[in-house]
């Protein structure tokens, strides 16, 4: 953000711009918000996958 705007942003600034649109704010994801959940989906995808591995059935 702080490369497409040219400028730099203050933790407030920051704070404000991760704010739903909703807020009449920019929106922009916190990305430490979403590692935990993107985690926990892949280790429920990955589950079941040594199962269908065709190495399981040698």
Known sequence: ???ITNSTLNEEA???ASLPVR???LGIPN???LTFPAF???V???E???Y???LYYR
Do not use: A, I
């Open 52 to 54: 269908t591995s065709k």
């Open 31 to 33: 990305v430490e918000n």
């Open 1 to 3: 953000m702080q490369h």
């Open 40 to 42: 926990l989906g892949s």
């Open 14 to 16: 920051w704070s404000h």
């Open 44 to 46: 429920n995808d990955t």
């Open 23 to 25: 807020f009449e704010s």
């Open 48 to 50: 079941y996958l040594p």
